[in-house]
């Protein structure tokens, strides 16, 4: 069992960073790859960002590419995603999530996915 905390998330300007942090613990946490996923009001969850177990490799929904980056410390257990140049669309609660194992050519399904987050409320205004 792998228990996720998310922290970070707040009411921002356009323009603005923020980044947010996802806490694991449990068995062997460190071992999972981690995702980033979000839902906005009235809309399905969506896929953000996600970084296999041992970092070397990122994936990123076009949407956030070149403005969001994830990261992890695996010392730490916590799982990043720095989020530069927010737009009001960023607009929805954020949740990371933890895969056993995630493919360079399948990573975005939440399928994938066993262990979530409760979310973080990231709010951008214009």
């Known amino acids: 069992q792998v228990q996720l905390v998310e922290s970070g998330g707040g009411l921002v300007q356009a323009g603005a960073s923020l980044r947010l942090s996802c806490a694991a613990s449990?068995?062997?946490?460190?071992?999972?790859?981690m995702g980033w996923f979000r839902q906005a009001p009235g809309k399905e969850r969506e896929f953000v960002a996600a970084?296999?177990?041992?970092?070397?490799?990122?994936y990123y929904a076009d949407s956030v590419k070149g403005r969001f980056t994830i990261s992890r410390d695996n010392a730490k257990n916590t799982v990043y995603l720095q989020m530069n140049s927010l737009k009001p669309e960023d607009t929805a609660v954020y949740s990371c999530?933890?895969?056993?194992?995630?493919?360079?050519?399948?990573?975005?399904?939440?399928?994938?996915?066993?262990?979530w987050g409760q979310g973080t409320q990231v709010t951008v205004s214009s």
């Open positions: 970084i296999t177990w041992t970092g070397g490799s990122t």
């Open positions: 449990g068995r062997t946490s460190s071992s999972y790859a």
């Open positions: 999530a933890a895969a056993a194992l995630i493919y360079y050519n399948n990573y975005n399904g939440e399928s994938l996915y066993d262990y």
